[in-house]
């Protein structure tokens, strides 16, 4: 079976960045990063969700381990901000393109703000998604952060 190329795989393509393209089933309706993580072999601490925040006037996009939590305040100062929310579900789409369990920090419509929690420099690759569900995309943490013009910061919570 042959998958259609994501706009992120085309844009990496198109900076001539590797990457492994791996894919997952998902008609079971488990999209969630863990149950991701299990269905591609891939330790938790390994596979990235690429989630987004608003503040008062702009939008930012936090990559971090499936299985961790965003801790609002980090990435409020992360981002030079006061405070900051998850931008509601309803909104994803319109803002980045991307629909949620498919969202990937690679081609959004906006090239926003983007912070990668800080132990993925340690790591040889990571996965995030590659754009759709079923479809995940595992590549350095720095060639992601060099592509997409993204950060390392601390933006999870201690367990």
């Not at 891939?42 to 503040?55: G, I, Y």
């Not at 006037?57 to 980090?74: A, G, N, R, W």
């Not at 579900?89 to 690679?106: A, D, F, M, N, W």
């Amino acid at each position: 079976m042959s998958v259609s190329k994501t706009n992120a795989m085309r844009i990496l393509d198109g900076q001539d960045v590797n990457y492994n393209m791996l894919s997952y089933e998902h008609q079971d309706g488990k999209i969630d990063g863990v149950n991701v993580a299990e269905k591609i072999g891939k330790s938790p601490e390994a596979v990235f969700k690429t989630l987004v925040a608003h503040s008062k006037q702009h939008l930012f996009v936090f990559v971090i381990p499936v299985h961790k939590e965003l801790d609002l305040k980090k990435a409020a100062k992360s981002a030079g901000e006061k405070k900051i929310e998850m931008l509601p579900v309803k909104e994803l789409q319109k803002h980045t393109g991307y629909i949620r369990g498919g969202c990937s920090p690679i081609g959004m419509k906006k090239l926003y703000p983007t912070f990668i929690d800080q132990p993925a420099v340690e790591l040889e690759t990571i996965v995030v998604s590659a754009g759709k569900i079923g479809t995940q995309l595992e590549l350095s943490p720095q060639d992601l952060a060099r592509l997409i013009d993204a950060q390392f910061a601390d933006l999870t919570q201690k367990a």
